[in-house]
């Protein structure tokens, strides 16, 4: 079973890869050093809540997103979350336009799946 460190490390990862960030660059956003940044990342390194902090705040995810750690980690699980840490950038319009997008999108794959 995986440590607590380990999960959040990987969700640390996650969270930066999804916006696009190097380790270099996140680790310069909160003042470590790149080897110390991957060495949290691989759960090989305890990480202060002022740490913690700076992590949450240069990732633009709340804190207690950064330890919503789930007992399992699927693809599907992966991608709503990636999807709600989209959806929560977006302002009411574009949510409803994303809403119906997805709507259409999903009624078409679905027509096809059933012809």
Known sequence: METLQVRLGQRIARHRKAIGLTQAVLAEKVSVQPETMCRIEKGQRAVSLELIG?????????????FRLRKSDSPKDRAVERLLWFAARLSSEEIELLMDVGAAVLGHTRRINHE
């Open 54 to 66: 700076l992590l949450s705040r240069a990732l633009d995810i709340e804190l207690h997103d950064l």
